[in-house]
């Protein structure tokens, strides 16, 4: 009859993917830059070590004291896994302590600075505490409201050395020694 509504039907996988969760919709990202606006970032780990990636004036990056030849897929791939990174379960908001979360003694904390040298942002990285091996781990944006769960593939490809980012040296036969046949 007129001035009815019309009831579609539609498929359950259409319901499936509507039926989210309001936290589902949340952007989860970490920390969010402008790749090509940022000339350093500096790494902090808990066991002391730091390093420090800079963009010099033609744009080429290097790790910063080391003379070694900087390997730019290595670099340029932990730049991109720091831009993407985002978190996929919302853990709490506006948290007054950090150390249920493991984030006030991080794991690895990552600072970008702009191109006035300035710095843009930092993200805070950490096992979570009592997950008795569930290799689960936190982040959040330094002073940021939301601490997330972080995949731990990607915990793994944030957490470099320096040494990470220079080529090495490819080993050459010596005279007089045959080669592997």
Known sequence: ASGQPTVYTVSDWVFRDLNKAVGEFRDKTLLAFERDKITAVEAKRKDGGQFRLVRDDNKEWRVEGNEGTPSEPAISGFLGDLHDLKGYEVLADHPS????????????????????????????????????????????????????????????????????????PTPTVGAGTPAAA
């Open 97 to 168: 302590d950090l150390s249920p979360f493991g984030l006030d003694e991080p794991l690895l904390t990552l600072t970008v600075f702009g191109e006035d040298k300035q710095k843009r942002g930092a993200v805070l990285l950490a096992p979570r505490p009592g997950d008795e091996g569930k290799k689960e781990f936190t982040g959040m944006s330094e002073g940021g409201p939301t601490v997330f769960l972080v995949r731990d593939y990607l915990i793994t490809r944030l957490n470099k050395q320096a040494q990470d980012f220079v080529q090495q």
